[in-house]
């Protein structure tokens, strides 16, 4: 269990930030509660982001996060989080039964994930170069849409999982 301090005086002085309490966590984004946040993303990158992709406020929370983290200086970091989730093209590519369908769980957490990101760096766009670098890869062209440009990452994804990637991606981009 990750704990950050909130020096509120109405919130008790330790508050657990973990994979479930994400989305609560990020209501109240401060100084002392980002790197809390920050270490339950790097811990549990799939678990925070299936967190967010499927519990009430998680659009609104993650945009939050994301956008804490450009404003804070850590874009690299948010780019290495962004990058540990879309890595890995077998496992985005994996499929599930569920209710009588097929679904891609992994490809809709990468995507809703890539969705909120893109929305907080089309905001803070001078962010783009450090958020490129943390994540390894070339910054966008001039001009280039943001969600595109994150997107390109998945492109070898089969055509189911990227229609679930880029489904979740623009739900979760949306303001």
Known sequence: MLTACDSSPETLPSVAVTTESFITAAA????TS????AA?????????ANQLQSGL??????????????????????????AALTADVPALSASEQKDGGVWHPR????????GGV???????PKALPDF???AGVAPPAPGQDVAEWLSA???????????????ALHASAAN
């Open 28 to 31: 109240r984004i401060d100084a």
């Open 34 to 37: 980002l790197p809390a946040l």
């Open 40 to 48: 339950a993303v790097d811990a549990d990158p799939q678990g925070v």
């Open 57 to 82: 406020g998680g659009r609104r929370a993650l945009q939050a996060y994301a956008a804490a983290m450009l404003e804070n200086g850590e874009a690299s970091h948010l780019g290495r989080q962004w």
């Open 107 to 114: 490809a809709e957490d990468a995507g809703f994930f890539t």
């Open 118 to 124: 893109a929305a907080a760096l089309s905001q803070n």
């Open 132 to 134: 490129a670098q943390g």
């Open 153 to 167: 990452r998945v492109d070898a994804l089969p055509r189911p999982a990227r229609a679930a990637f880029d489904q």
